[in-house]
């Protein structure tokens, strides 16, 4: 099972990036997929989920901003960031949990400058 994000980099405050993490390994569409962010000096914490099903949920700090999508064909699921903030600039994470073991993708550096 692997998760592999990209689409990170260096955008400046009000900017807009879009991650993307692709699924291999498993079958994609039964899984409830979401996205960390581990921000330095902070701890690792939960941006967006998304369920099997489509339903979503947002961390508050990034609720009408972000946007999480999936695409269960392509086996991928996204984040789409607007309106960013310098208090975005984190490693972001993709994650599931399968068959109750965390996977990880390997993160992807978002820097927001002001």
Not at 7 to 34: E, H
Not at 40 to 62: F, Q
Request: aromatic share 10%; glycine share 10%; charged share 20%.
């Amino acid at each position: 099972v692997q998760l592999q994000a990209s689409g990170g980099g260096l955008v400046q405050a009000g900017g807009s990036l879009r991650l993307s993490c692709k699924a291999s390994g498993i079958n994609f569409r039964l899984y409830d997929m979401d996205w960390y962010r581990q921000a330095p000096g902070k701890e690792r914490e939960l941006v967006a989920m998304i369920t099997n099903s489509g339903s979503t949920n947002y961390a508050d700090s990034v609720k009408d901003r972000f946007t999480i999508s999936r695409d269960n064909v392509w086996r991928t699921v996204n984040l789409h960031m607007n309106s960013l903030k310098t208090e975005d600039t984190a490693i972001y994470y993709c994650h599931c949990t399968y068959r109750g073991y965390d996977i990880w993708g390997q993160g992807t550096l978002v820097t927001v400058s002001s």
